[in-house]
């Protein structure tokens, strides 16, 4: 223990000089000072002393050398820190204040990726997954060529299968309502089909075509009677083009029953 106690005083003393030194920042009025602190607190890993410090300094640097360069470092900052969102602002303001700047191809990526890590669960609000497609596209239409659009085009694919499960998590509960107060089965009809229309590459396009098969049957069979022949056939019809589209799908046998029945309503 006694071996350890020259180790110890050594740590402590060098944590309250950094702190000592974070203090005379934060009071200094050295612009020039402040930065190189910054920069020091970057490259150790001390994001919030980072934020922090550059926070004060967007303004005063504004429009000189160092300038681009604290906007950087300062959504970076907050990006390694997992704020996605308050870096999502700096990046998109630097890339909107210097369009041609020295960083803007890692703040136009990091924009949209920082959006895509912080996307919550589907049944959330999707707001973040909207801006993460946005700016991932943007990204990519900027720099074709990077080498991030391969990541960048992964995130905005798994951003937009989120958006897509959320539009099927309301078309199945449209489709379990059933006929209660009112028609959910034509509700949960237009939900999977516009999904399908905005999200055509989708991975759970199986499962929405599955849904408006199963639901333009159910809709067929309760309807009144002058209206189920047009609805059986508009069922075969959903039919044909899901079993084209799906020809060894674990749904081929209720999918086949649905066929026969509606195949024998037709015929009456």
């Not at 000592?20 to 402040?34: A, C, F, G, Q």
Request: hydrophobic letters at 30%; charged letters at 25%; glycine letters at 4%.
């Amino acid at each position: 223990m006694n071996k350890l106690l020259p180790i110890l005083f050594a740590l402590v003393i060098l944590v309250c000089t950094g702190c000592t030194e974070y203090t005379r920042v934060l009071k200094s009025n050295d612009i020039d000072y402040k930065f190189d602190y910054a920069k020091r607190a970057y490259d150790q890993g001390k994001w919030v002393q980072t934020s922090t410090i550059l926070t004060d300094l967007i303004t005063p640097l504004r429009g000189g050398p160092k300038g681009e360069e604290a906007l950087y470092l300062l959504a970076m900052s907050y990006y390694n820190n997992k704020d996605y969102v308050n870096a999502g602002v700096y990046f998109k303001n630097y890339y909107q204040r210097y369009p041609k700047g020295k960083y803007v191809e890692d703040c136009r990526f990091y924009a949209g990726y920082g959006y895509y890590l912080d996307s919550p669960d589907p049944q959330l609000d999707q707001s973040e997954t909207l801006r993460g497609i946005q700016e991932l596209q943007g990204f990519i239409d900027f720099f074709p060529r990077s080498e991030k659009v391969q990541q960048a085009q992964s995130a905005m694919f798994e951003l937009q299968d989120k958006l897509t499960l959320k539009e099927l998590q309301n078309a199945q509960l449209y489709y379990n309502l059933g006929s209660y107060m009112g028609n959910n089965y034509r509700s949960a009809i237009i939900v999977a089909d516009n999904a399908l229309k905005t999200y055509p590459y989708t991975k759970y396009r199986e499962q929405l075509e599955m849904l408006k098969l199963k639901a333009k049957y159910q809709e067929a069979r309760q309807s009144v009677d002058e209206k189920k022949v047009e609805r059986f056939r508009d069922v075969i019809d959903e039919y044909y083009s899901f079993i084209n589209n799906y020809p060894d799908t674990e749904n081929r046998s209720e999918a086949d029953n649905i066929f026969k029945i509606a195949q024998n309503h037709v015929k009456e």
